[in-house]
C-alpha cells in the first residue's frame, strides 16, 4: 500500500539554524500539508500546498517558514531560523483529487531546537 | 467559531470492556468527520471517516463510529478492548475535501488489567 514518507525521522538543531524536512507524498497525490505537534498537545494545521503555489497558511506560518515542491516527488518545509518553540513533530500529509479523499500522514519528523 | 470538542483527556478502560470516545464539532454545516489513532512516538493512522450516507461506520482494528447531526456528534466505540489499543485518538473534521484538518484535543486511551 503507497504510504507518505518522512525523512528525517529525528533531527535535533541549534537555535537560530535552518532546518529542511522533507516529505515523499503518495505519487499520485496533488494535495499536500504540513502539521505540527507540540508534545502533549493537538495537532495544527501549518499550510497546504497545490498546483506548486500555498493553497491556505495558518497563523503559525510565519515568514521564517516556507514549502517548496523542488522535484516530481519531494514536498519540504524549510524553516530558516528555528526557535526554541518550534520544537515539535511535525507531519507530512497528502491527498488525492476524488471528491472524498481523505489525507493520510506521514511518521513525522520529532524536531528539536536546543 | 468552527471546533472540535474531545471533552475527555484521558479515559482508562479494562482490557475486554467497552469504549466510547466522544467527539462533537461546532460547524455551520455538517463536515467530513475523522478519527485518526496515535501510538507513542508514532504517525497518525486513520481509523475510520464519514462523509455522507449510512450513519454508522465501520473502521480498521474492530472501530465504528456513529454520525448524529442532531447532537452534532461522532462518537467512536469498540465493543472489546485490546491493550493494544492504548494510545490517543483524534477526532478530525474538514469542511470540504481538500480543506485543513481541523484536531480536537485528543483523548489518550489507557487499558488496565
Known amino acids: 500500500e503507497p504510504e507518505v514518507t518522512q525523512t528525517p525521522s529525528h533531527q535535533v538543531t541549534q537555535m537560530g539554524q535552518e532546518v529542511i524536512l522533507r516529505c515523499v507524498p503518495i505519487s499520485n497525490h496533488l494535495y499536500f500539508y504540513w502539521y505540527r505537534q507540540i508534545l502533549g498537545q493537538k495537532v495544527e494545521f501549518l499550510v497546504s500546498f497545490y498546483n506548486n503555489e500555498i493553497s491556505e497558511k495558518s497563523e503559525i506560518f510565519d515568514d521564517q517558514f516556507s514549502v517548496e515542491r523542488p522535484d516530481g516527488s519531494n514536498f519540504t518545509l524549510k524553516i530558516r531560523s528555528t526557535k526554541l518553540e518550534d520544537s515539535a513533530m511535525y507531519f507530512c500529509?497528502?491527498?488525492?483529487?476524488?471528491?472524498?479523499?481523505?489525507?493520510?500522514f506521514g511518521p513525522g519528523t520529532r524536531l528539536l531546537v536546543l | 467559531a468552527q471546533s472540535v470538542t474531545q471533552p475527555d483527556i484521558h479515559i482508562t478502560v479494562s482490557e475486554g470492556a467497552s469504549l466510547e470516545l466522544r467527539c462533537n464539532y461546532s460547524?455551520?454545516?455538517?463536515?467530513?468527520l475523522f478519527w485518526y489513532v496515535q501510538s507513542p512516538g508514532q504517525g497518525l493512522q486513520l481509523l475510520l471517516k464519514y462523509f455522507s450516507g449510512d450513519t454508522l461506520v465501520q473502521g480498521i482494528k474492530g472501530f465504528e463510529a456513529e454520525f448524529k447531526r442532531s447532537q452534532s456528534s461522532f462518537n467512536l466505540r469498540k465493543p472489546s478492548v485490546h491493550w493494544s489499543d492504548a494510545a490517543e485518538y483524534f477526532c478530525?473534521?474538514?469542511?470540504?475535501?481538500?480543506?485543513?484538518?481541523?484536531f480536537g484535543t485528543g483523548t489518550r486511551l489507557l487499558v488496565s488489567p
Open positions: 500529509a497528502s491527498i488525492g483529487t476524488g471528491a472524498q479523499e481523505t489525507q493520510y
Open positions: 478530525a473534521v474538514v469542511l470540504t475535501g481538500f480543506q485543513k484538518l481541523v
Open positions: 460547524y455551520g454545516a455538517t463536515p467530513y
